[in-house]
Every structure is written in C-alpha cells, then in structure tokens.
C-alpha cells in the first residue's frame, strides 16, 4: 500500500495494521486490534478507530510523529524475527542433510555387504538355514 504523505489517517491504519503482526492462523480482528493497541500504547478504541478509519478520526503532529518512530521499531523487531527464522532454518536444514547423509552412508555399507555375501545371516557365522540341525 503506497502511503500518501497529505493523509496521515490513512498512514496512522496502516501503523496501526502493521502492529498486528504477526497474526497467527485464526486470529480475530478484535484480537489483532488489541495486539495493535498494547504493542503502539493506544487505548483499544483509538486503535480501532485507525484500524476502521472511521471519518471522525483526527490525528496529531504529535501522535503521528511517535506512530511513525514505532513503525521503525516494529520494522525493525519484524527484521529480527526473520533473521531468527532464516537461522533456525538453515539449522533445520542442515541437521536433515547430515541425516540423510548418514542414512545413505549406511544404506550403501548394507548394500556392499550383501553383494559380497556377508549379510545379517553370515555375520552369525553362516546362513541361517545352516543353524537349524
């Protein structure tokens, strides 16, 4: 959403939506709206009023200046949960191709030994069928 410089109500929703985030799956309006509301240290109803952007709503110098500082510090916290989230990842990804790795490795190992005749039977001393006498 382009922002217009000459209407701040309309900046102010979009401050007031950004807060909300993340939302997680089921998440209400009314509860976005209230997480919106603690995160920028509005009253729910000012929020709400952004949040709709009823026609009566009047917005200060004062107040859009420090909802425009709490957009970088909101933009900034959203980059540090990325960050977290690229980094659990890239670990995540990587446990699963040490696995895999491992997997194949022993897989092969398995392969190898029975093409050489020394499967689980032969490990025992001789085919199984040998044992039963």
């Not at 209400?28 to 995160?39: H, V």
């Not at 970088?72 to 696995?99: C, D, G, K, S, W």
Request: aromatic share 4%; charged share 30%.
């Amino acid at each position: 959403m382009a922002l217009n410089a000459t209407d701040p109500p309309s900046e102010m929703q979009a401050i007031v939506r950004l807060a909300a985030e993340p939302r997680p799956a089921g998440d209400s309006t009314k509860g976005a709206i209230g997480r919106a509301a603690r995160a920028l240290k509005l009253t729910y109803r000012r929020a709400y009023a952004f949040w709709y952007l009823s026609e009566r709503v009047r917005v200060t110098a004062e107040e859009a200046d420090r909802l425009r500082a709490e957009r970088e510090r909101l933009h900034l916290l959203r980059l540090e949960r990325l960050r977290h989230e690229i980094a659990v990842t890239e670990r995540l990804l990587a446990e699963a191709r040490q696995r895999d790795a491992v997997a194949q490795a022993a897989a092969e190992a398995g392969a190898a030994l029975d093409r050489r005749g020394g499967g689980p039977g032969r490990a025992l001393g001789g085919p199984l069928s040998d044992c039963a006498a």
